[in-house]
């Protein structure tokens, strides 16, 4: 796929289907903050349409591997990264790039669901509206509706698009967040613990939202639950002190890891 | 390998364990007791062994509430998940050996009386043979000993070896004389009940095997049990 700077369209492009395809590379990537070394020489190929669950203890690096994705790790302070992260062949870390438009095409969920306070409506139009992807009011209202769709939550607050977003329950607000990355057309959705403020049904109707929309999307989400990592991705990293230990398959991960550091990490005997 | 962080896990996982270890003792008592039975045509034994199996039939169901509930508490992942499944078949296993030694127990009633000496020590060289693949297999569990697992799996082709000619030899003095076509049939039921025997203790070496490597033994199990197929004319 082109990496051309109209990336806001590109996702528009149709993509076939159950094909993956590496959307994201990164080799030799050490993130410092400061003195202290975050990440070490990791390298690591991301297939497109699937779902990459990164795993590990606190401070093992996959938060902050996650944030050099979209560049969110320039907005911190003595953070400092080296080596190449490519996506679409493109390398995010070069001069020329605009990270603003790098940030549409790699939407982010966090961990707390943080909806602007504003009406549901202006939640997800925001986004189309500043990056221009509508072209009339009749446009904007479509991608709207869609990506409320897309994110299973349409049926439940179209009668009320013009009330606040933060009116909504915890795991409305959070697929309203979801929403709001989908309403930009990314190509990649960096998911970082998305359901650890929900209540178990509302996580498990975000692991449904994500098991629904992940054909289009190239999916990493980090969660500190390794059932859900085991539930919810088709591929698994387990990092370790800054360490990549182990990628791979997560049906292999989760019955026979490769790595005694992995295993002792899924069952629980760690530290 | 290490401890898990919540202790009490480690303690439902021995107490899985220890339940295994426990039953798969009173297996090998029963069956012990049973070929004692037989061969000696002591029935007072053999009611104490049909009477023994509730034990065994108790263990069961007890390693298959533990194991559900510790699925349900602890969600395992990987060797501990294989470690609670395997635990379910191999007590399985066992509990069908403890059958298999209970129905040759209760045989010794029905040939107690009619029957020469002789005919029983095939059975009884079947037996030691199947109490010591049980033996060593129980061992190797203990031990998570996937090489002595492999090497028990092997050798049950002697077991199925000893079953094809104590098979001949049965149906032979039946031929020679019709009256010992009773005692004869339930000895041949006794010593098929070894042979299973054996074959609940390759079913037991495969778990262990997959429990240790995570995949199941790939190679085909030799088996020589021709009985199936032998034909009475042929023996004739």
């Given at each position: 796929?082109?990496?051309?700077p109209q990336m806001p369209t590109l996702s528009k492009v149709p993509r076939i289907l159950n094909e993956r395809e590496t959307k994201i590379v990164a080799s030799d990537v050490n993130v410092y903050y400061g003195e202290k070394q975050a990440i070490k020489n990791l390298s690591i190929d991301i297939p497109d349409?699937?779902?990459?669950?990164?795993?590990?203890?606190?401070?093992?690096?996959?938060?902050?591997?996650?944030?050099?994705?979209?560049?969110?790790?320039?907005?911190?302070?003595?953070?400092?990264?080296?080596?190449?992260?490519?996506?679409?062949?493109?390398?995010?870390?070069?001069?020329?790039?605009?990270?603003?438009?790098?940030?549409?095409?790699?939407?982010?969920?966090?961990?707390?669901p943080n909806p602007f306070p504003k009406s549901i409506f202006e939640n997800v139009a925001y986004g189309p509206r500043i990056h221009g992807i509508a072209k009339s009011k009749a446009d904007l209202e479509e991608i709207v509706v869609n990506s409320l769709k897309k994110a299973s939550l349409f049926e439940e607050?179209?009668?009320?698009?013009?009330?606040?977003?933060?009116?909504?329950?915890?795991?409305?607000?959070?697929?309203?967040?979801?929403?709001?990355?989908?309403?930009?057309?990314?190509?990649?959705?960096?998911?970082?613990?998305?359901?650890?403020?929900?209540?178990?049904?509302?996580?498990?109707?975000?692991?449904?939202?994500?098991?629904?929309?992940?054909?289009?999307?190239?999916?990493?989400?980090?969660?500190?639950?390794?059932?859900?990592?085991?539930?919810?991705?088709?591929?698994?990293?387990?990092?370790?002190?800054?360490?990549?230990?182990?990628?791979?398959?997560?049906?292999?991960?989760?019955?026979?890891?490769?790595?005694?550091?992995?295993?002792?990490?899924?069952?629980?005997?760690?530290? | 390998?290490?401890?898990?962080?919540?202790?009490?896990?480690?303690?439902?996982?021995?107490?899985?364990?220890?339940?295994?270890?426990?039953?798969?003792?009173?297996?090998?008592?029963?069956?012990?007791?049973?070929?004692?039975?037989?061969?000696?045509?002591?029935?007072?034994?053999?009611?104490?062994?049909?009477?023994?199996?509730?034990?065994?039939?108790?263990?069961?169901?007890?390693?298959?509430?533990?194991?559900?509930?510790?699925?349900?508490?602890?969600?395992?992942?990987?060797?501990?998940?294989?470690?609670?499944?395997?635990?379910?078949?191999?007590?399985?296993?066992?509990?069908?050996?403890?059958?298999?030694?209970?129905?040759?127990?209760?045989?010794?009633?029905?040939?107690?009386?009619?029957?020469?000496?002789?005919?029983?020590?095939?059975?009884?060289?079947?037996?030691?043979?199947?109490?010591?693949?049980?033996?060593?297999?129980?061992?190797?569990?203990?031990?998570?000993?996937?090489?002595?697992?492999?090497?028990?799996?092997?050798?049950?082709?002697?077991?199925?070896?000893?079953?094809?000619?104590?098979?001949?030899?049965?149906?032979?003095?039946?031929?020679?004389?019709?009256?010992?076509?009773?005692?004869?049939?339930?000895?041949?039921?006794?010593?098929?009940?070894?042979?299973?025997?054996?074959?609940?203790?390759?079913?037991?070496?495969?778990?262990?095997?997959?429990?240790?490597?995570?995949?199941?033994?790939?190679?085909?199990?030799?088996?020589?049990?021709?009985?199936?197929?032998?034909?009475?004319?042929?023996?004739?």
């Amino acid at each position: 796929m082109d990496a051309s700077p109209q990336m806001p369209t590109l996702s528009k492009v149709p993509r076939i289907l159950n094909e993956r395809e590496t959307k994201i590379v990164a080799s030799d990537v050490n993130v410092y903050y400061g003195e202290k070394q975050a990440i070490k020489n990791l390298s690591i190929d991301i297939p497109d349409r699937a779902v990459s669950a990164f795993i590990g203890p606190s401070g093992c690096g996959k938060s902050t591997f996650l944030r050099t994705i979209n560049r969110m790790n320039d907005t911190i302070d003595g953070c400092r990264v080296t080596g190449d992260i490519l996506v679409d062949g493109k390398n995010i870390y070069d001069r020329d790039l605009d990270v603003v438009q790098l940030r549409a095409r790699v939407g982010m969920v966090f961990q707390k669901p943080n909806p602007f306070p504003k009406s549901i409506f202006e939640n997800v139009a925001y986004g189309p509206r500043i990056h221009g992807i509508a072209k009339s009011k009749a446009d904007l209202e479509e991608i709207v509706v869609n990506s409320l769709k897309k994110a299973s939550l349409f049926e439940e607050v179209k009668d009320r698009l013009d009330h606040s977003g933060t009116s909504l329950s915890g795991g409305q607000q959070q697929r309203l967040c979801i929403a709001r990355a989908i309403a930009v057309n990314p190509e990649i959705i960096l998911m970082d613990e998305p359901c650890s403020a929900l209540d178990p049904i509302a996580s498990a109707r975000i692991e449904e939202l994500i098991d629904e929309i992940r054909q289009n999307y190239c999916i990493i989400i980090v969660t500190h639950s390794m059932q859900q990592a085991a539930r919810v991705s088709q591929l698994t990293a387990f990092f370790h002190l800054g360490d990549l230990v182990e990628f791979g398959d997560t049906d292999e991960m989760f019955t026979t890891p490769k790595d005694k550091r992995t295993q002792d990490y899924i069952t629980g005997r760690f530290g | 390998m290490s401890d898990h962080t919540v202790k009490s896990y480690d303690d439902d996982l021995a107490s899985l364990k220890q339940m295994l270890a426990q039953m798969g003792g009173l297996a090998e008592e029963q069956l012990a007791n049973a070929i004692d039975a037989i061969a000696k045509r002591d029935t007072r034994l053999a009611d104490i062994v049909i009477a023994g199996d509730e034990k065994i039939d108790a263990l069961e169901q007890q390693i298959e509430e533990k194991s559900i509930l510790t699925i349900a508490k602890r969600q395992p992942m990987a060797q501990d998940l294989r470690q609670i499944i395997v635990a379910i078949r191999i007590s399985a296993d066992l509990e069908r050996i403890g059958d298999l030694a209970k129905n040759t127990a209760k045989r010794t009633h029905a040939i107690s009386e009619q029957m020469p000496r002789k005919l029983v020590s095939g059975l009884t060289r079947m037996g030691n043979l199947a109490q010591e693949q049980l033996k060593n297999i129980l061992d190797a569990y203990a031990r998570n000993d996937a090489d002595k697992a492999i090497s028990v799996w092997r050798s049950d082709e002697d077991i199925d070896a000893l079953y094809n000619s104590i098979f001949r030899e049965l149906l032979t003095y039946m031929m020679e004389d019709p009256r010992m076509i009773g005692p004869c049939t339930h000895l041949l039921f006794g010593t098929k009940n070894m042979e299973r025997i054996g074959d609940h203790t390759t079913n037991i070496a495969e778990n262990i095997y997959f429990l240790v490597h995570g995949k199941a033994i790939i190679e085909e199990r030799p088996k020589k049990d021709s009985t199936s197929t032998t034909n009475y004319n042929l023996i004739k």
